[in-house]
Each structure stands twice: as C-alpha cells, then as structure tokens.
C-alpha cells in the first residue's frame, strides 16, 4: 500500500493557499472533506493567468464544541518558477500559520532577484513548465502542539504533511507504533506511494475521534471500504471493528456494491479479522437451508388459491432459477434437487387424478353448483401446477422424466374424455407443452416413451384442440402444431405412418378442429415415397454401368 520512510519535506518555492479548518473538542483537526483534496490537486493551464481570489471566510466556531480554526497550508511547487506572493492570512488565524516570517522573508527576496528577466523567464520556460509534474502540498495540524510529523506521498507529486501526536499514534495504530518502537527519537516519518491520501489523512483524524460511530454515519458505504482498507494497513483496530459494523447495518444499494462489500470483507476474515455478523446476511450455518427453503417456496405457490400471488410468485421462481441455471455449474450457489420437484409433480399428478374421478362421477351433476364450480377449478389450478414445475425441469434440463410420468397416465386420459371440454382443457395444455418440449430438444425422452406418450395423449389432445384455439389465450396453435409434428418424426417409420394415417382421416372429417400436420405428413411422404425411389435409380444406374462394361 506504500513504502515508510524517515525524511524530510524539501523546501522550494511556494504559492500558498489557506484554507479554514475546524478544531475538534479533543483538540486536533477534524478529518478534511474531499473538496479540500479535489480543489487542491485540480489541474491548471499554467499559460492562463486568473486573479487571486480572496481566502475563504472562516468559520464561525460553535460554543463549546469547537476552538479557533487551524489555516491549512496548500503548498503548490513548480521547479524553479518563482512563486507569487502568499496569500493574506486571516489575523485569528495567523499565529498557527506554518509559514514562517523567514520563508516569507526568501519569498519576497527571490522575486525582486527575478526583476527584468522575469518576462522573459517566463516565456522561455512555458514549454518546460506545461511538461513538469505539478506538486501539491497540504499540511494539517498544529505543530506547535504535537511532537511528531507524518508525510504521506501520494501520486503526481501530491503530498500532505500530518502534525501529530506520537502517543495517540502509538496507541491506536499497530503500524505506526512498531515503526515508533524501532526508533524512539523519530520525528518524521513518511509514507511513499499512497493509493489514497485521503482516506490515508481520514484514518489518522479518526485516531483522535472519541465517537467514531457518528463519524462514520455521515459517510457512504463506498468510503467506508476505503477507510476500511487503509485502517486495515495502519492496524487501526478500533476504525477496523467500527466499519464492520457500520457495513453489518447499513443497506447496501444493488448487486455491484454487495459484491464490493463482500470481497473486501472476505479479505478481512482471511487475515483473522472477526466479520461473521457482516457476511450472515449472505450466508448461513444452517445446513440444508437452500433445499428446504426453496421446497417451502414451492409447496406455498402450489397450495396457494389467490389467483394474481400465484401468477406473479411463479414467474419470479422461474426467472430467479433461470439465472440460476444460465451460470456455470462452479459458480451456482446451490443445485437444487430435482427429486424433490419430481415428489411435488406426482403429488399434483395424483390429487389431478381424483379430482378427474370425483368429476367423472354420475351424481357430479346433482350436486350443488357451488361444489360441481370448486372441483373444476382445482382442476385447473393443479394443471396449472404441473404446467409450472414442467418449464421448471425443461429450464434444468432435467424433463425426460415427466414425460414419463405424464405418458403412463393411461387411467386419467380415459376419464378425460368424459369431462367437459371446459373442465379437461388445461390438462390438453400440458400435453401440448411436452411435444413443443420434444420437437425443440429442451427434453430427450426414450423412443418407447415418445411412443406412448403419442397414444395416450394425442387423441384428448385432437379432442379439445378447437376449444385451445378459442378458449386459451395462451395457447401457441403454430408451436403446438410444430411439436406434434417433429415428435411423431422422431419415431420409427412404422410408426410414423400408422399415427399420421390416422391424422389424416381426421382431419378431412374435422379442418381446423384439428391440429394441421401437413408438414410432418410431407416429410413423411418423402421419406416414404422418394427417398427409396432415389436408392432404387442409384442402383439401377450402377448396375447399368456394370452392364456396359
């Protein structure tokens, strides 16, 4: 973070600036604000001349909080170029100024040796100046009242020189205090190559800050990192353990600043630094808790009854796994088990298969419209479910096994044909789903299951289809068509033929009341027809032209 040095500050030419800073009332300057740094290390065209503005008025000082202002010093050093007066003083101010009557004395000697040449000088050495790095000097402090200097050197020449006390040094900082401890008579001790001057200048106020809580309320979570890095170098425990708890309360805004918080806070706890109460809130000790949580999640969407909670909680679930699906495997938090989402489809495929036994009933009718009305719509809610946990498997790659399950589904595809369409179209909607699933490759079920699940549920599928045309909003006539037709391809060309003869006597009895494959049928024709026509020319010219020879 920086090199430690015992040195001097070298003296040069000034332009000085004062600038007012508050005394706290444990009688040291208060940290800076960053417009101190900003104003200070901000570039200029050192062809363009600007008048001297006048120094800032100073500070009212509150009663018994604080003292008199301290003036800090704002050294800027151009090389060799002679320096303009200093800036006026403030008379309250002017006895804890650390400039001295002799540097002003060498100051004002030096400019009047400059005299005639000064024009020409200046012209000659524009091109030179424009190309030197600037250097820019702040001190803080009172050095008549602390027993030690620190000089932090930052970048570009940027440097700030602290007056401070060695036992408060000492006492707060592990750093600071072994490097005192090496050598007793230190005066001055340097720090080179700071990242971060500021923040560097923020720690060592905070050494002097008896409630260092309040202090760092007024701060946002992106400085705190910062003080917490530098703290971290200086062994500037107390400061350490303040933003840690700072950063266990306070919000943290988006995803990239919990990422920030998190990195800096893990390097802290590979180093033994206590931060658990920080990193709780993105972990648990809990074993097991992804697993039953999300089980928790998914068996409250499917018992819920409120019609637009459900809606919405399941698309949130399926686009926050949908996330999580997109990542690496190395980089998924948790995989969650498919066994249990297997365990919630069979139980919604089973309570479907009563429903559909109560409602096949030959006394359903009589009862009350009310109990007829509850039955139907629990139908449909628990499709609604099977629905769900489907693209949730699909989305996991992991569906070749619900196409299963939905295939050996003999019994409730016998009693869905004595339900009213108006009862029995949702489950038509899941068959419909698999074959797009199918046709697209999102599932790779065995050829016997692609098989049965073509007889069991393309006939209540052609059945309903001229209601899921009209009555479902939802439903995609083109990519259900799509799928029916490229998973009866996918299957032997027996099998092809038998399922699309039987389409084909259907659908010049019924038109749009039934799914139009012609497509399929085409490929199949050709497949059929063409193809072996074309093998049987190839033949008949090869055996030719062994004719001839």
Known sequence: MGDVR??????????????????????????????????????????????????????????????????????????SAPAPAPAPIP???????????????????????????????????????????????????????????????????FSVKLSVHRDVLTEKSSFFSEKISEQSDLSCLQIGDCEDVEIYVEAVGLMYCKEMKQ?????????????????????????????????????????????????TVLQLQGEGIGVNPVLKRISSDVSNVPKDTFSQIIDLVLKSNEEKGRREMKSIVLKLLRENNSLPSYARSTDICNDMIYTSCRSCSDLLLS??????????????????????????????????????????QAADEFALLWANQQELAVLHAKLPIVSRYHVSCISGKLYVGIGRGELLPSKDTRQLLLQTWLQPLMNDYNWLQHGCRSFDRKLVEEGIGRTILTLPLEDQ???????????????????NLQRAFEVWWRRTFIRPYVENQGNAASDSSLATK
């Open 91 to 157: 008379e309250s101010a002017s006895s804890r100024s650390v400039i001295s009557d002799d540097q002003r004395c060498s100051v004002g000697l030096e400019r009047s040796s400059a005299g005639t040449s000064l024009a020409a000088e200046r012209l000659s050495s524009r091109p030179k100046i424009e190309t030197m790095p600037r250097k820019v000097a702040i001190e803080f402090g009172e050095p008549g009242t602390c027993d030690m200097k620190v000089v932090l050197l930052g970048k570009q020449g």
């Open 6 to 79: 015992v040195n001097r500050v070298d003296q040069g030419h000034t332009k000085i600036r004062n600038v007012p800073i508050a005394v706290t009332p444990e009688g040291f300057w208060c940290c800076p604000s960053p417009v101190v740094f900003q104003k200070s290390h901000k570039p200029q065209n050192p062809l363009n001349k600007t008048k001297p503005s006048a120094s800032p008025p100073q500070p009212q000082p509150k009663a018994s909080v604080q003292k008199k202002p301290v003036v800090v010093q704002v050294t800027e050093r151009r090389g």
């Open 355 to 396: 429903l559909f036994k109560q409602a096949a009933e030959s006394s359903f009718a009589g009862k009350p419209s009310d109990e007829r009305d509850s039955v139907i719509k629990r139908i449909a809610l628990e499709a609604d479910n099977l629905s769900w946990l489907l693209d949730i498997l699909v989305d996991k």
């Open 497 to 515: 033929q038998s399922i699309l003869l039987s389409w084909v006597g259907i659908f010049l009895k019924t038109g749009d009341s039934c799914p």
């Open 215 to 263: 202090r760092l309320m007024k701060q946002n979570v992106s400085r705190i990192l910062r003080i917490l890095k530098v703290a971290e170098f200086l062994g500037f425990s107390s400061c350490i353990q303040s933003c840690l708890e700072y950063l266990e309360a306070v919000p943290w805004v988006g995803d990239e600043e919990e990422e920030k918080v998190v990195s």
